[in-house]
């Protein structure tokens, strides 16, 4: 479905980013992604795409400097259409977990219509719509991928 199709990921080595890299690589694409610190969680990013027979690369980026953003996308030599985004909702991550206390985690899950948080996965999902052909006539959008919640 993403074949030939090239993606640029930002915190590709933790959380949420694992399942995104590992989703478009498995749909065809070929995904350079960053990270800050965490090589051997980068180095396992990419042999497990490897190993399923997709093409990814780590790339440590400072995001946070001026030329960062740039250098990521330059090294996936991205398209220049305008690209969607998606904001996630409350995922299930060990991050949110590390900041919030259970019951506000569970309060949030019982808000939800689904009845859960988010997973990594989930977004994975969202993303691969946005990209792929399906997604063609979405561009240039924020979308809020939160299953209804605010």
Do not use: Y
């Not at 590992?22 to 969680?41: I, K, N």
């Not at 090294?75 to 991550?93: I, K």
């Amino acid at each position: 479905m993403l074949k030939g199709r090239n993606a640029a990921v930002t915190g590709g080595s933790r959380g949420i980013g694992p399942p995104v890299v590992e989703r478009l690589c498995r749909d065809g694409a070929h995904v350079v992604f960053d990270h800050s610190t965490r090589e051997d969680a980068a180095a396992e990013v990419v042999r497990t795409v490897e190993a399923d027979g997709g093409r990814a690369r780590a790339l440590r980026v400072d995001l946070s400097e001026p030329e960062g953003p740039e250098q990521l996308v330059e090294a996936a030599d991205a398209c220049a259409a305008p690209p969607s985004t998606p904001s996630p909702g409350a995922m299930d991550t060990e991050m949110l977990r590390g900041t919030n206390p259970p019951q506000a985690l569970d309060a949030v899950a019982g808000m939800a219509p689904l009845g859960r948080l988010g997973r990594p996965a989930d977004l994975a999902d969202v993303i691969a719509f946005l990209i792929g052909p399906d997604g063609r006539w979405i561009t240039g959008r924020n979308l809020r991928a939160t299953d209804g919640l605010a």
